[in-house]
């Protein structure tokens, strides 16, 4: 049994930075791509970030140039650098992950989230950490 675990969120000011962290435990798999989802009140969950097993990162609009995604000592480590963060940012954050490679998931093709993995293609999930941004 795989289980990705999150850390790092938090409540920070606008204009602050918090860093996230997520790490696949369990059953030893390697993961191929990983991503970042969030989701807010109301809203339904988005893609945020992605990284593949060579390290091709995809974002969506909204946080590109304030948000890095990046492994960890190992492939099934992943975090996510977000700074200048903004009250629009404040959402529960997902890791996600699966054994295939991002391009082998269905993938976004249209809107704000272009070439990011559609969370339906992955198969292991976290249970989410709160980032709160206070303007």
């Known amino acids: 049994q795989v289980r990705m675990i999150e850390s790092g969120g938090g409540s920070v000011q606008s204009g602050g930075s918090l860093t996230l962290s997520c790490a696949a435990s369990?059953?030893?798999?390697?993961?191929?791509?990983m991503a970042w989802f969030r989701q807010a009140p109301g809203k339904e969950r988005e893609g945020v970030a992605s990284i593949s097993e060579s390290g091709t990162t995809q974002y969506t609009n909204s946080v590109r140039g304030r948000f890095t995604v990046s492994h960890g000592s190992s492939k099934n480590t992943v975090y996510l650098q977000m700074n200048s963060l903004k009250p629009e940012d404040t959402a529960m954050y997902y890791c996600?992950?699966?054994?295939?490679?991002?391009?082998?998931?269905?993938?976004?093709?249209?809107?704000?989230?272009?070439?990011?993995?559609?969370?339906?293609?992955?198969?292991?999930w976290g249970q989410g950490t709160q980032v709160t941004v206070s303007s």
């Open positions: 996600a992950a699966d054994s295939l490679t991002c391009s082998s998931l269905p993938l976004d093709r249209s809107g704000q989230g272009y070439l990011l993995p559609r969370p339906e293609g992955l198969d292991y």
């Open positions: 369990g059953d030893t798999i390697e993961m191929n791509c």
